[in-house]
């Protein structure tokens, strides 16, 4: 893609002061950063429930986290580093309340009208629902809104990813019409590797600081086997043995002993930080190196491009976000807490479509009048309801079903 046709927008806006000597890329991120649904997302889960500690992160703060990342991994790339930086403050804008146990919800409720799934609610919100341009959301440019698709294709059996539901395609193709079918641009493939580490080290730093995540538990081999077993049925093509090999590797490097007798001091914190420092710079690094060794020097970016990550890097970030899957997400009475959440949503979705349109926000409501079938209908609950905080989701089952959860 050539760089005029890069900065399209689909919706043709009047020239800006050209005085400012602002890109069109540092636009959009000037956009999504100003955004409504980049707002909400400081109430919105990210591994821990939003509101049981200070210290935790949201989705908002893991979202700065992924675009500082990503950026300066564009920099050593040769990327443009509003666009890799936009992609990562962007990607999780289409997460519903309650993360992705949310999201499992929505998408069992929603099958009337083509699922639910984070990315493709990403593009709906960027391309839609976000109020900026009237039938372009955020009018986002081609470049920005190719950064930001970590799946390239719809809805389709056995695959539980995609990045746009049906009446959304349109946008997508015409972002997309020159790029390689199911092929993601550089920029996406930094965003979502930038995702991988930030959220497979912090959410192992916010375990470790909420005392959920206790390494010394590691120490026995049982529980190292276990822990490997988990990772290779969820999250790595690799086997439960050389898993542990990887593992074993992790746990003898000597800044890993900031992770022991973690107890909150002001040391003990900042012991912590330098592992997530390490982790984080050394899964960046590589991934750049890597990408430099295949490619060569020079500036990289678009279709021209992949980012390589080594073997290794991938079984060490799988390792990661294990420990947050056995010892954070599926802590004893968690599953009590993710039925409740669902329940929520699920109750929520069904109250809303017996009182539409007057308990829709004044946003939504004309949608829904103007909506041509019930699948089109249930499709504007399901954006009203993702677009909801945790409290808020909570607030308005409450308001709506007169309190708990059936």
Known sequence: MNDARAAERLVAEPAKDPGTGRTPYQRDRARVLHSAG?????????????????????RLTHSLEVAQIAREMGVALGADPDVVDTAGLAHDLGHPPFGHNGEDALNVVAELAGGFEGNAQTLRVVSRLEAKVPGAGLNLTRATL??????????RPGNRK????????????????????????LEAQIMDWADDVA????????????????????????????????????YSPESPEDLRVVL?????????????????SHLAQSRLKQVTSALVGRLSAVAVHATREKSGPGPLHGHAADLEI???????????KGLALRYVMNRPGAAARY????????????????????ALDPVFAPLWKDAADDAARLRVVIDQVASLTDPAAVAWHDHLTGGKPR
């Open 339 to 358: 039925v409740w959440q669902r329940e929520i949503l699920v109750q929520l979705v069904e109250a809303l479509c017996h009182r539409a349109p007057e």
């Open 310 to 320: 080594p073997r290794r890097a991938r079984a060490e970030c799988a390792l990661l």
């Open 199 to 234: 959220y497979s080290v912090h959410d192992l730093e916010d375990g470790v600081h909420a005392g959920h995540v206790r390494v010394e538990r590691l120490a026995d081999p049982d529980e190292r086997d276990a822990l490997c077993a988990d990772v290779a049925r969820y």
């Open 248 to 264: 074993t590797e992790i746990l003898a490097e000597p800044v890993m002993e900031g992770l022991a007798s973690y107890d909150g």
């Open 162 to 185: 995609f990045n746009y539901y049906a009446d959304d395609e349109p946008v997508f193709r015409w972002y997309r019409d020159e790029a390689p079918e199911g092929k993601r641009c």
């Open 146 to 155: 190719d950064a930001i698709t970590k799946y390239p294709w719809g809805r």
């Open 38 to 58: 980049f707002r909400r997302l400081a109430a919105k889960t990210q591994v821990i429930t939003v509101g049981e500690d200070d210290f935790l992160r949201t």
